[in-house]
């Protein structure tokens, strides 16, 4: 296939970039529309409590109600009408459970408001069980299994990214629908605790759930610059463990990358961030963040389908990576 029948493929297929930080900052959804993405999920609260995350929200519906590009998705059909129409469908995304408080009537609240996807961890502990650079490695809380089900319950994606290993295992025994990692990469390849080990990837697997891989270039590879390839290897290695149906893509470019932000800002998020402990030196490695060669900016997400079929992944294959394997989940988890 040359590069003319890969830009075609490129446009015809429904692509789900599953976490979009970026995406939430001014303008920046305009990259992802460049980029011929179907949908975006850009993250709207992480650690804000419910009265900040509902004015966020209400800022989101507003300026998608103002614009012509944008589309709320909130069911599998306004994927499809954001194709048809040539729109931008947005997922409301949350990276961390803290919006929900301790409050578990919170969630059918959210969900009314069009949250679709929550993140349970961020990193470190919470109300609902560790993150995946905690100290400890424990498993669900109580109030922890009670938000999984009732996340099953109203229609709520679970997404285990940021999440401890045994948080995340119980969390995929304890589910009654289909899990994801929105954004996540092998251990074995790049051995962060950002990424997954094989048994995770197995139990996600064998629930029928999706492991979108992800860009952010520390947890790609230790070389000093990740490229398209490298990033393929992540997608080459779950499917020989657990086949094609279980990858998807989930970018992660935000506003500390290389391109977007200086290096001068991206060194003072960096100490910032390290400072309040949301982020860990050994996951974490200082600036400059420079995205994987090829696909450095969500413009560039046609260089992805280009690398996927010069591997050797068939149209099929593309396209379902690029979007039908998160569109297949969204359908069981979303229908109830």
């Keep these: 296939m040359n590069r003319t029948e890969s830009l075609q493929l490129h ?22 529309i460049d980029g011929g993405v179907t949908v975006m999920a850009p993250t709207v609260a992480v650690n804000q409590n419910c009265r900040e995350t509902v004015s966020l929200l209400a800022t989101w519906l507003k300026k998608i109600k103002a614009s012509d590009d944008l589309l709320l998705v909130t069911c599998v059909e306004d994927i499809y009408r954001a194709k048809r129409e040539n729109k931008l469908g947005i997922i409301f995304h949350f990276q961390n459970s803290l919006p929900i408080e301790n409050d578990l009537d919170l969630l059918s609240v959210y969900h009314r408001l069009g949250v679709r996807v929550i993140q349970i961890c961020y990193n470190v502990k919470n109300f609902i069980g560790d ?3 905690e100290r400890t490695n424990s498993g669900l809380s109580e109030f922890g299994i009670n938000v999984i089900r009732e996340m099953n319950r109203v229609g709520i994606l679970v997404d285990l990214t940021h999440t401890g290993y045994q948080t995340t295992m119980d969390a995929i025994k304890i589910s009654d629908k289909p899990v994801i990692f929105s954004h996540s990469n092998v251990f074995n390849l790049c051995p962060s605790p950002r990424n997954l080990k094989d048994d995770q990837i197995k139990a996600v697997a064998e629930k029928d759930g999706v492991i979108g891989v992800v860009g952010y270039p520390a947890f790609v590879t230790s070389n000093n610059q990740a ?3 490298d990033l393929i290897d992540h997608i080459d290695y779950i499917r020989k463990l657990v086949g094609i149906r279980h990858i998807g893509i989930g970018m992660d470019y935000w506003e500390g990358m290389d391109g977007i ?14 400072d309040t402990g949301k982020w860990k030196a050994d996951c974490y490695p200082p600036p400059p963040w420079r995205y994987p060669e090829g696909v450095e900016k969500p413009s560039q997400f046609s260089n992805l389908t280009d690398a996927l079929i010069r591997r050797g992944y068939s149209e099929e294959e593309v396209l379902m990576i690029l979007g039908e394997n998160f569109l297949r989940v969204y359908k069981e988890v979303w229908k109830g």
């Design 227 to 229: 490229t398209v390839d």
């Design 11 to 32: 446009k015809k297929a429904i692509i789900i970039d599953a976490t979009c930080p970026l995406g939430s900052l001014e303008n920046y959804y305009k990259l992802w």
């Design 131 to 133: 993150g995946c650079t």
């Design 261 to 274: 932000a200086t290096l001068g800002e991206s060194k003072k998020l960096y100490t910032e961030l390290i």
